[in-house]
């Protein structure tokens, strides 16, 4: 099995290989995506990554968004045979996930880019390279998920506390599941995951990041059914097959919540207080 991960400021995807031991190997091999503009002073920050119907093809998402750039991200195709860029699709501000259709009769011919600083989904034609449709969402939307039919497109809306559901043969929103009733704020809806049940529904999980916790609701009707604390800060899930087991990455990992228990450097212990540097 071949894996891609993206490279952040280094402007690559990195290839590795998973055999089925679970043993994870670096292959030495990257997908390049640096700026075309070889005096540009910016990297792309290479941030969400999405394969094509044969995995000929690999979206992956530019966010940086500056003057140099219009203000605008970006969205890189790249031939996963030769590791160059075949094209570079202008989105929306501060994108940041991607997915596409690669089933049905829509296969290869909609990816989906979210843009966190517009709250939109930029729909993108990977075959004539242009964005064809622009899709309202909740705020700053950082993490999507396919249903297994791939027609519905579920958005986490991480600075409104939803998730927004698109239809994708019409492209328009469906229907907008709020995860806090009380309408408290501050939950973060970061990653998402369905899992199957007896009964032949589906549950969507959500991982609730600054609240260290997942939420579960209905997949059709979006109703809470339950909650579930995890670690520090989880950002992504999974699930098995048979939905009896549910993986979460926790990204500040499983120790105390307040690692500074002193004082650093006379600023307190708050972690917004002793950040330095870019």
Request: net charge neutral; hydrophobic share 35%; aromatic share 6%.
């Amino acid at each position: 099995t071949t894996l891609y991960a993206s490279t952040g400021a280094r402007d690559r995807v990195d290839v590795f290989t998973l055999d089925a031991e679970g043993y994870l190997r670096d292959t030495g091999k990257s997908l390049i995506n640096t700026p075309t503009d070889p005096k540009a002073s910016l990297p792309h920050h290479v941030a969400g990554i999405a394969l094509n119907a044969d995995g000929s093809r690999l979206y992956a998402v530019n966010n940086q968004t500056a003057e140099s750039n219009g203000f605008k991200g970006s969205l890189s195709v790249l031939n996963t045979s030769t590791g160059t860029r075949i094209a570079q699709v202008p989105v929306g501000g501060f994108p940041f996930a991607v997915t596409a259709i690669t089933q049905g009769s829509n296969a290869d011919k909609k990816v989906y880019v979210g843009n966190e600083r517009d709250s939109s989904m930029s729909v993108v034609n990977p075959q004539t390279l242009q964005v064809v449709q622009t899709i309202r969402v909740g705020a700053q939307p950082v993490g999507m998920l396919l249903s297994p039919d791939q027609s519905r497109l579920y958005v986490a809306n991480s600075g409104s506390d939803t998730v927004s559901v698109i239809d994708t043969s019409s492209d328009k929103v469906t229907d907008t599941f709020l995860l806090n009733p009380t309408r408290i704020p501050g939950l973060t809806p970061t990653g998402l995951t369905l899992i199957p049940r007896a009964n032949g529904e589906m549950t969507l999980a959500v991982t609730l990041s600054d609240w260290n916790t997942v939420a579960f609701l209905n997949a059709k009707t979006g109703v809470l059914q339950n909650t579930l604390p995890v670690g520090w800060y989880p950002t992504a899930l999974a699930a098995t097959p048979d939905g009896k087991t549910l993986f979460v990455t926790n990204a500040k990992g499983t120790q105390v919540r307040n690692p500074n228990s002193k004082d650093v450097k006379g600023w307190g212990q708050y972690i917004q207080d002793i950040i330095e540097g870019d």
